[in-house]
């Protein structure tokens, strides 16, 4: 990969392992929450692990329009207009227990968080993948731009062993 600015974006998301979850109400009212993501390399795809006692999950289930930023955390005195930072909008996929790309999702989780395996036997809990549909990367002070999801799949397909 020869690109700097996707390099940036490679590591913002090997490093971050939580995310802002942008979705719509039953009134069609904006909710934002905070999820912990995943990086699915045999499907190219971001996947979170929700319940259903979440407002988040329900709406997803029932809009799978959504959006999902991913930001370097503040430390210290961090000048925040330098932040890296990713935006992705995105149809949510719900996976189905027992299919391939739940296994690969569990998986990719399981790697990421270790200590939440428990929680893939709550049947409240679901995988969702995060099929990219626009991609809005700043990887710092005018350093902005528009991504088409082919080369962010790409770069997500390489992501097999980089999830800290």
């Known amino acids: 990969m020869d690109d700097p600015l996707l390099l940036s974006l490679q590591r913002l998301l090997r490093s971050e392992r939580t995310a802002s979850l942008g979705t719509l109400s039953n009134q069609g ?11 699915c390399p045999e499907q190219a795809n971001i996947i979170i692990h929700i319940s259903e006692m979440a407002a988040h999950t329900r709406y997803l289930m029932q809009r799978p329009d ?9 430390h210290g005195q961090d000048a925040v207009h330098d932040l890296p930072r990713v935006t992705f909008q995105v149809l949510a996929r719900q996976l189905e227990r027992g299919q391939a790309d ?12 270790p200590d939440m395996e428990f929680l893939c036997h709550f ?12 991609v809005r990367h700043i990887a710092g002070f005018a350093a902005a731009r528009t991504l088409k ?9 390489e992501s097999s062993t980089g999830q800290d």
Do not use: G
């Open 149 to 157: 999801p082919e080369p962010v799949r790409a770069l997500l397909a």
């Open 66 to 74: 959504a959006s999902l930023m991913v930001s370097q955390s503040e």
């Open 123 to 134: 049947t409240d809990f679901h995988f969702f993948a995060l099929d990219l549909v626009r």
């Open 102 to 113: 739940f296994d690969q999702a569990r998986k990719a989780y399981i790697r990421r968080f």
């Open 29 to 39: 009212l904006p909710v934002v929450s905070r999820v912990p993501f995943a990086i």
